[in-house]
Every structure is written in structure tokens, then in C-alpha cells.
């Protein structure tokens, strides 16, 4: 596959000075690059900005889409070395969101010559509970969750949303993470949410060598503190800093939190 294919495939946008510092967001399931929209801009003046969409999510290629390769979250992590690999970016800072925090860590595991330093927002690397480990779900409530979704895509959308994005009185956030999610081709977002919901990479961030900021909201129901403790704790040398922000998703409830957040890590890297 051809480097214009490769932006193709992956609806690739850069922005930004090419001469800045790379800065790469990472969206998570059922999302795609527009949920970065508030925090995104704020670092275009400095930095070289890239956003893209996993295969499967907002303007990629669906006929890109492999069932085996993108089985396992190191499918998606092989896509986005290949798109730092065709932009000749290299070593970036990656940001990302849920279960790209996962995509990053293997990217940064494999490739460490690709990644200056992770941040992980709202990491999980197993989403199941497992002995010692409060993941945030039971067995028998992720299976309830991928049954509802192969019955009833669109109405698991409408109905989980609003439970993600975690401010009820800001029922705005919910409608437009659910309308993200209704964006995502459902077959392939029902195969995706087996490999973000069952997958268990607790044994990957053992592996990770690059500086890396952890980013926990203070009340998750998809990644509880307990979870981000544990990722903290198992990259060795890692910052973990518990936002204000409620919420899987900071980067629609509060962007400006995280954007200060940010700015910090990158003066620090």
C-alpha cells in the first residue's frame, strides 16, 4: 500500500507548522478525529497537528477494514506506524483517547522509535474484572453489552452515550457521542467493540519504555480510578494526574482542562 493510500485508508489531516513538534490524537471506540475538535486547534501554532480516523470510523476506508488484522487492537496499532511511516513523522507525541490509550501502548511497545511519549486519556487495558483487578465490568455485563449492541446498535447508542459521557446536565455531550457512534459503520463497530471489550493488554504496559502521562477523570464509569492506578503504576516512570473532569470523555466535557494539561506535559518532554 502506497503512503497516499495509507492517508486514505485512515482519512489522515495534518495541520500545524511543519517544522512543530508532532502532535498525533487518537480517537476512541465508536468515535472518530471530529471529537477532538476543542482541543485539537490549541496547539496548531506550534505544533505539527495529525488527526485521523481508525479503520471502520467517520471518513476512512470501510473497505479497508480486515477482519483478522483489526481483530486485535495490534491491527490498529500496525495502521498508525503506517501512517506516521507515510508522513516520515517520527518520534511523535501520542494522545490517546480510551481505547487508543491501548493502541498507543502497543505502538510504543513495538515502535519506540515512532513515539517521543504517550498520553493516555481514560486508559483500560481490560475492561473485564478479573481477579485482583476491578477492570469496571463483570463478564456477565460485557456480554449483556455486545448482545444489545447485535440486536440493537442504534438504540445501545442513544442509551449508553449519555452513561459515557457522565454530565446528565449536559445532555448535549450525550447526543453528540451518540451521534458519533450512529456514524460508525455497525458491523464493523460491533466487531470493534469485541476487540476493545475483551481485550486484556495488562501484560503490555510492562513493556513500555517511553515517558508517559496517564490521565484518569475523577468520576469514570468505562475506566475507574482503581483502573488508572494500576496503569500508572505498571509503566514504569509514568505521571498520573486525575482531572476535575467527569466523564469518559474530557476532550467534549473539558476541553479546557486538558488542553492545560497538556501544555504542561509537552513543555516537560
Known amino acids: 500500500m502506497s503512503g497516499d493510500d495509507v492517508l486514505r485508508r485512515n482519512n489522515v489531516h495534518v495541520t ?14 465508536g468515535c472518530d478525529q471530529g471529537l477532538w475538535r476543542l482541543v485539537a486547534p490549541a496547539f496548531e501554532a506550534t505544533h505539527r ?5 481508525h479503520v471502520g470510523a467517520g471518513g476512512s476506508d470501510l473497505s479497508a477494514y480486515d477482519p483478522v488484522r483489526h481483530g486485535r487492537l495490534e491491527g490498529y496499532a500496525q495502521d498508525v506506524a503506517e501512517v506516521l ?18 493502541v498507543g ?10 513515539v517521543e511519549s504517550l498520553v493516555l486519556v481514560g486508559p483500560n487495558p481490560r475492561y473485564v474484572d478479573d481477579e485482583g483487578y476491578r477492570g469496571g465490568f463483570s463478564a456477565e455485563e460485557i456480554d449483556e453489552l ?28 450525550g447526543q453528540e457521542l451518540a451521534d458519533s457512534f450512529c456514524r460508525t459503520d455497525p458491523a464493523i463497530a460491533r466487531r470493534f467493540a469485541r ?68 501544555r504542561r506535559h509537552l513543555g516537560a518532554v
Open 49 to 53: 497537528v495529525v488527526l485521523f480516523d
Open 195 to 262: 476487540t476493545t471489550f475483551l481485550s486484556d493488554n495488562r501484560g503490555d504496559l510492562h513493556r513500555v519504555r517511553t515517558p508517559t502521562l496517564v490521565l484518569q477523570c475523577s468520576d469514570d464509569v468505562i475506566a475507574p480510578l482503581s483502573v488508572g492506578t494500576f496503569v500508572h503504576e505498571s509503566i514504569a516512570g509514568s505521571e498520573l494526574v486525575v482531572l476535575r473532569a467527569r466523564g469518559h470523555c474530557p476532550n467534549l466535557s473539558a476541553p479546557d482542562e486538558l488542553v492545560d494539561v497538556l
Open 146 to 173: 455486545l448482545a444489545t449492541m447485535d440486536v440493537n446498535y442504534l438504540g445501545w447508542s442513544r442509551g449508553l452515550a449519555p452513561v459515557i459521557t457522565g454530565v446528565p446536565e449536559r445532555p448535549e455531550l
Open 85 to 102: 511511516e507515510a508522513l516520515d513523522l517520527g518520534p511523535v507525541v501520542f494522545v490517546g483517547h480510551s481505547v487508543s490509550a491501548m
Open 105 to 114: 501502548v502497543l505502538l510504543a511497545a513495538e515502535r519506540p522509535e515512532l
Open 16 to 29: 500545524g507548522p511543519a517544522s512543530g513538534p508532532p502532535l498525533v490524537f487518537a480517537h476512541g471506540f
